[in-house]
Every structure is written in C-alpha cells, then in structure tokens.
Nanobody, 121 residues
Framework: QVQLVESGGGLVQSGGSLRLSCAAS????????MAWFRQALGKERVFVAT????????AYADPVKGRFTISRDNAKNTVYLQMNSLKPEDTAVYYC??????????????WGQGTQVTVSS
C-alpha cells in the first residue's frame, strides 16, 4: 500500500497559479506511475494528468493542456502539479493517485485525501 498526502490547494483569482504537491510513502516501488484527478462539486471525478515514475512520460486531459504541468522528484517520492492560467472551471477537489501511467482511475490503487482548489472570477 502507498500512502499519499497532498498539499498546496487554496483560493486563487482567475489567471493565477498554484502548485500542488503529493508526497508518497510506503510501498512506492509497487507503482510505476502517478496521476492527478479532480472532482468538482456534484460531478464525477475526472483525469487531469499522469506521469511515469521512471520514464518521466506525461499525458494531460485536453482542458488543462498548455496550462498545467505534472512533474516528479524521484528522490523525494513527490509528484507536483503546477497549475497556471487558472480558470473558475478548474475549481475542484484535486486527488493524487498511485498506480501506473494511465488516465483511467481503475488503474490506481492508492489515493490521497484530496486538496481543495478554488478559483474566483
């Protein structure tokens, strides 16, 4: 089992930036990739971005391409999500997940508690 702790959420104005962090501990070697998902109030959880631990390969959901960047620090077992040019529609609870390089939530076995991101217009 991998334990995940997210941080970095908060309130920001439209056009602003935030950086989310996800620190992993436990059986981190059991996962080959990490991802961020988000869930807006009253909506389903959706994929945001994913990264391979060893390859560094990345993939993004269309709504965030060109604005968000996922990265990792293998030495610190930490994954980041740099979010720029934020829009009100980015408002959601953001979840970190450990599993594989994938956009499907069924490929992830460990989830963080979530961190709230609110973008005001």
């Amino acid at each position: 089992q991998v334990q995940l702790v997210e941080s970095g959420g908060g309130l920001v104005q439209s056009g602003g930036s935030l950086r989310l962090s996800c620190a992993a501990s436990g059986r981190t070697f059991s996962s080959s990739g990490m991802a961020w998902f988000r869930q807006a109030l009253g909506k389903e959880r959706v994929f945001v971005a994913t990264i391979g631990w060893s390859t560094g390969a990345t993939a993004y959901a269309d709504p965030v391409k060109g604005r968000f960047t996922i990265s990792r620090d293998n030495a610190k077992n930490t994954v980041y999500l740099q979010m720029n040019s934020l829009k009100p529609e980015d408002t959601a609870v953001y979840y970190c997940a450990a599993g594989r390089f994938s956009a499907r939530d069924s490929d992830f076995t460990s989830w963080g508690q979530g961190t709230q991101v609110t973008v005001s217009s």
